[in-house]
């Protein structure tokens, strides 16, 4: 037995997906936080029992009067070809014909509990076809460089975006799951719902998760980064089968420029600078500090004379504002600076 049939063969598993509660939460999220490697199966076994899921169909007022008067005039009308049959075998089959007279009766109770219910989702569905269909719209924020917004999520769950991000969510989650897209940098507070696992596709990756923290950069020239900060996630290729698991500390990275996935442990005071308004650079060149100090302050910034400039930058600057980190750093790399607006010069 592998383990999705272990888990679709366990009731108590059926039982917390079809009725979930309280008690079975925290001993299913314990269980998976003592035994992360199960987190992909658990989640496959999980969409196999909510989808075989429906909603019970109740016949309507005189339904199953209407199909038992229907199976009755049938059962007479067998039991008169059943009484010319017997008035032609003979008396050594008889025995024989008297049992059988027994089946039209069992026919009918089975056919009652079974008719009524097909009768009635037939007629259930016609109906429904005439029911208008629920749209559900698609709701999109872009971030603009220089800003960032914090908002929550229809399902209660928290979201951080960095500026330059754009972000896309339904306004009401599916039953069976939470999918949203988002490009740039995010963070997130996942809202716990153990029934409706919470995915992020970006990047070409889709990071899912049910009740956890963690940070998701994506950039189209340097590519992705998810950094796991509590509980569990899976982090898998939207058309390929790789797949990785992250516990808290680790952090999933694919790296366009080398081709390169690797999950590696990672500094979440580095990793969530951002979110608290601090810029951190550790060894950066002149192209990495131009590239982040437009994105935080939605500049543009020219260079001059710098072709022969090679910088490994490191500073800490906690909500500066941009003429003071230029001035703080005019005096480490010796250049001029001159602020016109949005419009940044550097002079080497």
Known sequence: MNKIEFFLTNPEFVRWVKESDKELDEYWERWMEANPEAFPDILAAKEIVSSI?????????????????????????????????????????????????????????????????????????????????????????????????????????RVWLNSGSTISYPEKFDFDQRVIKMEGEGFFEIEKDSLRPFKVVSGGFVTTALGTSFNVKTNKTSGLKVSLVTGIVKVEGENSIEEYLLEPGLEFIDDLKSGKKTVRKFNPDKVLAWKEGRIIFENA????????????????????????????????????????????????????????????????
Do not use: C, H
Request: proline share 3%; hydrophobic share 35%.
């Open 53 to 157: 899921q429906f909603e019970e169909l109740k016949p309507e007022a005189g339904d199953k009067e209407d199909v038992l008067a229907r199976i009755l005039k049938d059962n007479e009308i067998a039991n008169k070809e059943q009484k010319t049959l017997k008035s032609k075998g003979s008396g050594q089959n008889k025995g024989i014909w008297d049992k059988l007279g027994q089946l039209p009766r069992i026919a009918a109770i089975l056919f009652i509990s079974l008719s009524i219910p097909l009768y009635y989702l037939i007629s259930s569905s016609d109906k429904s076809n005439e029911a208008q269909v629920e749209v559900i719209q698609t709701l999109n924020k872009n971030i603009a460089k220089g800003e960032k917004l914090s908002f929550t999520l229809p399902d209660g769950t």
């Open 285 to 348: 060149s002149l192209p990495e500090v131009v590239m982040t100090l437009e994105d935080w302050y939605g500049v543009e910034i020219n260079l001059v004379n710098a072709e022969n400039v090679k910088w490994k930058f490191s500073g800490e600057y906690q909500n500066q504002i941009l003429d003071n980190v230029l001035n703080s750093m005019s005096f480490i790399e010796k250049f001029n600076y001159k602020i016109n607006g949005k419009n940044i010069e550097l002079t080497f």
